[in-house]
Nanobody
């Protein structure tokens, strides 16, 4: 059974930090890219960051560059999103997504991040 399980969300003050985790199982981790997406109330889902587990290349949305860092532990099949200097506009449900070279596409259930001003 394929699973992507997010954890690490919570309530933090402006300027604070959180580390999200996405624990993956049920598929060949090295053949997938794993990304973080978020959806704020009343808005569409947007891409935040992603990492290729095959070559380690990364992508960041302009809104999080310099503040967020994505990393992958292939031995633990877990992807992390370190979020620093958090802002109220970062408040959203954060989702983990895995997509593979075979076209498979999986989503986690999401974890809430709330940044208070």
């Amino acid at each position: 059974e394929v699973q992507l399980v997010e954890s690490g969300g919570g309530l933090v003050q402006t300027g604070g930090s959180l580390r999200l985790s996405c624990a993956a199982s049920g598929f060949t981790f090295d053949d997938y890219a794993i990304g973080w997406f978020r959806q704020a109330p009343g808005k569409g889902r947007e891409g935040v960051s992603c990492i290729s587990n095959s070559d380690g290349s990364t992508y960041y949305a302009d809104s999080v560059k310099g503040r967020f860092t994505i990393s992958s532990d292939n031995a633990k099949t877990t992807v992390y999103l370190q979020m620093n200097s958090l802002r109220p506009e970062d408040t959203a449900v954060y989702y983990c997504r895995g997509w593979g070279i075979n076209g498979n596409d999986y989503w986690g259930q999401g974890t809430q991040v709330t940044v208070s001003s």
